[in-house]
């Protein structure tokens, strides 16, 4: 007959993967991340849009003397937005490579815990089917 502690055995560490997934990055991967945090969001991309709007249009309509790349020589502009670009694309494909590998970690150990809880299940199911055979030979017994 199976016992408590036979089903027991399947029970699971408990594992927080998002502790492990940060303790396992190095400081550059962190640094990655975090601007991937900062950079994919809707704060930023407002930033990024009044700024352009501001430098654009103040040098196109401000005051001819306070122009500091005035029309049509944007030349600063498009050079400082493509280095931005540049530089953040490869860091925003390694902090989408890092949430891919966390995703992966995560779904890891929802496969674990799927195939232990199948296991105990399995238990579960063959010691109610011994409990049903014993109460049904008690059961004969009591109407005899």
């Known amino acids: 007959m199976l016992s408590y ?3 027991n055995k399947f029970n699971m560490e408990n594992i927080n993967v998002n502790k492990l997934h940060q303790q396992s990055l190095s400081p550059l991967e962190r640094f990655a991340k975090f601007i991937t945090e900062k950079v994919g969001t809707m704060g930023f991309f407002i930033i990024i849009f009044i700024w352009t709007a501001f430098w654009l249009l103040w040098n196109i309509f401000g005051p001819e003397d306070t122009r500091f790349d005035p029309y049509p020589a944007f030349v600063t502009w498009l050079f400082i937005s493509n280095m931005i670009q ?3 694309m490869p860091l925003i494909m390694i902090g989408q490579n890092l949430e891919a590998r966390h995703s992966e970690l995560r ?7 799927d195939i232990k809880a199948d296991k105990s299940v399995a238990e579960i199911k063959a010691i109610m089917a011994e409990q049903t055979k014993i109460l049904n030979a008690i059961l004969d017994k009591l109407q005899k």
Do not use: G, Q, V
């Open 5 to 7: 502690n036979k089903i």
């Open 107 to 113: 779904a890891e150990m929802h496969y674990k815990a």
């Open 86 to 88: 540049i530089f953040l």
